[in-house]
């Protein structure tokens, strides 16, 4: 029972196959650099050594095409025909209030993710290149759509409104959305099932801290509230990404230095965050290391990054009347204990503290609470692909 999972990008394409009696990874791959010279595959069938493929692949079509011709290839493939898949998974990124869940692609679905383009300009037109490109290529077999957002849909009214005139959402969908919901889904799952505790009567913070980065309070089961909003500027210090910034900052700045939207969005973006802070780097090994020789911006990046997460943990403490568990995952959450330790110092009045010995650990489920804590803090690794995988399997219900 084999599933395909697809993450397409503007210019590259991940993919894992899935067998879905054991929720085994078979192979997985990145199709880099699509459009642009120097294009390559790099496979890998697990257990093996990475191949890596260099092929010219000028759209995501050719890609997805010797993505198919890779899984079947006889020394390094797992299909000997492709009528052993039983349906795609994609992931896209926005399904704007159409979506609260995951469903089998049609023309109508086709549709609504195309009047969410306006919304996430970068990722949806993307995301369905992909889609189509595999409808084109198996146009027997189900494609599923997994969103982004779709997790986040169960936020009451009040915490997904914004304070501008109401009839700006009513004529441009303005509103928090929310977005690495798949994420945010699948480990507030984990951590009741790890925890021994029904999902459904939890109170959980995951924070889903990596290159981009939010925090979702988890309700019984729901989100009901999360850090990135319309947009994936807003919340907490990211890679390259301001995080929470006064819009007054940002007209001012426009006026001040003469920028244009185009210019003050790639300032937002692109320059900001991690990078913009330390003047260093994005990636937060550079910084944690600049930062233990003494450099001052450096520090004050770490600084705002978990004075930031810190400060949604206790919002959505109070948003949810009470907090069991903190769930640490990503790029950062998984692996920086420095992160961790930083973010919960200070939370103890919660009844939240960790281990020093536990919290000893990069990309491992963990409980690193102290014993006995009121509030458990747990490590849990995402996996985006098995949700998507799982969701693709329940749809088409084989
Ligand atoms: P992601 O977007 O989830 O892939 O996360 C990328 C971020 O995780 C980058 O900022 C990396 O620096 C960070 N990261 C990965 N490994 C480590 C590590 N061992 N210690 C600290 N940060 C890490």
């Given amino acids: 029972m084999k599933v395909l999972v697809l993450n397409c990008g503007s210019s590259s394409l991940k993919y894992q196959l899935f067998d879905m009696t054991t929720e085994e990874v078979l192979a997985k791959g990145l199709i880099e650099r699509i459009g642009i010279e120097g294009s390559r595959i790099k496979h890998e069938k697990t257990g093996d050594e990475p191949v ?21 290839d006889e020394k390094h493939g797992l299909l000997k025909s492709l009528d052993e898949l039983i349906a795609v998974g994609h992931r896209v990124v926005h399904g704007g209030e159409k979506f609260a869940r995951s469903v089998i692609v049609d023309k109508e679905v086709l ?21 189509k490109a595999m409808v084109e290529l198996l146009p027997e077999t189900p494609q599923v759509a997994v969103f982004d957002t779709a997790f986040h849909q169960t936020m009451p009214k009040y915490a997904y409104m914004y304070g501008v005139p109401y009839h700006y959402y009513e004529e441009h969908r303005v509103r928090r959305y929310g ?50 909003g319309f947009g994936t500027v807003p919340g907490v210090l990211m890679g390259t990404r301001s995080g929470e910034v006064d819009p007054t900052l940002v007209l001012y700045l426009m006026e001040k230095e003469n920028l244009d939207t185009k210019l003050m969005s790639h300032i937002l973006h692109k320059e900001s965050g991690i990078l ?30 978990c004075y930031g997460v810190r400060k949604h943990i206790g919002a959505y403490a109070a948003a949810m009347g009470g907090i069991d568990a903190i769930v640490f995952t990503a790029g950062i959450g998984e692996n920086s204990s420095t992160v961790r330790k930083m973010v919960v110092e200070g939370l103890e ?40 995988a799982r969701d693709t399997k329940e749809l088409i219900k084989v």
Avoid: W
């Fill in 179 to 228: 977005f690495h919901g798949t994420s945010h889904a699948y480990v507030s799952h984990r951590a009741a099932e790890i925890l021994q505790k029904p999902f459904n009567e939890l109170k959980v913070v995951t924070c889903h801290l990596g290159n981009g980065s939010s925090i979702t309070a988890v309700d019984c089961g729901k989100s009901v509230d999360t850090s990135l």
């Fill in 111 to 131: 549709n609504v993710i195309e009047e969410c383009v306006p919304l996430a300009p970068l990722h949806n037109p993307a995301n369905l290149t992909g889609i």
């Fill in 349 to 388: 009045f919660l009844g939240a503290d960790v281990d020093p010995e536990k919290n000893n650990v990069r990309g491992k489920e963990r409980i690193i609470s102290t014993d006995g804590a009121k509030v458990s803090v747990l490590v849990v690794p995402t996996n985006e692909e098995l949700v998507i």
């Fill in 276 to 305: 913009g802070i330390s003047g260093i780097s994005s990636d937060l090994r550079d910084v944690e290391e600049a930062a233990e020789q003494g450099n001052q911006r450096a520090k004050l990046a770490l600084d705002m990054l």
């Fill in 52 to 72: 890596i493929f260099d092929v010219p692949i000028p759209e995501h079509k050719t890609g997805v095409r010797k993505m198919l011709d890779a899984l079947l």
